[in-house]
């Protein structure tokens, strides 16, 4: 196989196009220095004229969190334990193994729980 250098083909310098004078466009003027931009001032911060104020205590807010979710410390998971809190959780633990035992103690917690949720209604 052959191979054969093929030229490069020379390149044009390029030129700009003659544009007559009527055409140019119209020079801007620079402002004068007297005329200086205003400062942009923020808007004022206003407050509702309404007597509703929203607000929360985040304090309250943290702990009604934690009774929600729960503390994510050694609270145990049981069935609808979400809709009660860890203490009432550790309650319902703590009477499954004075009843059943060590062992089946979270089973027997469960088995209440869903007891709890039937009768009241969920």
Same mark, same amino acid.
């Given at each position: 196989?052959?191979?054969?250098? =093929?030229?490069?083909? @020379?390149?044009?310098?390029?030129?700009?196009?003659?544009?007559?004078?009527?055409?140019?466009?119209?020079? @801007? /003027?620079?402002?004068?220095?007297?005329?200086? =931009? /205003?400062?942009?001032?923020?808007?004022?911060? @206003?407050?509702?004229? @309404?007597?509703?104020?929203?607000?929360?205590?985040?304090?309250?807010?943290?702990?009604?969190?934690?009774?929600?979710? %729960?503390? %994510?410390?050694?609270?145990?998971?049981?069935?609808? %334990?979400?809709?009660?809190?860890? /203490?009432?959780?550790?309650?319902?633990? /703590?009477?499954?193994?004075?009843?059943? %035992?060590?062992?089946?103690?979270?089973?027997?917690?469960?088995?209440?729980?869903?007891?709890?949720?039937?009768?009241?209604?969920?």
């Amino acid at each position: 196989m052959l191979l054969h250098k =093929q030229p490069t083909p @020379t390149l044009k310098p390029l030129t700009q196009p003659r544009v007559s004078e009527d055409k140019k466009a119209p020079e @801007t /003027q620079e402002q004068p220095q007297e005329e200086k =931009q /205003q400062e942009v001032k923020p808007p004022e911060r @206003t407050f509702p004229s @309404t007597d509703q104020v929203w607000h929360f205590h985040p304090i309250a807010f943290v702990e009604h969190m934690k009774m929600i979710y %729960g503390s %994510g410390g050694s609270c145990e998971s049981l069935i609808w %334990g979400n809709k009660v809190s860890c /203490q009432f959780r550790a309650k319902v633990i /703590q009477g499954a193994k004075n009843l059943w %035992g060590e062992e089946r103690k979270i089973e027997m917690a469960n088995n209440l729980m869903a007891v709890f949720a039937w009768e009241s209604g969920e």
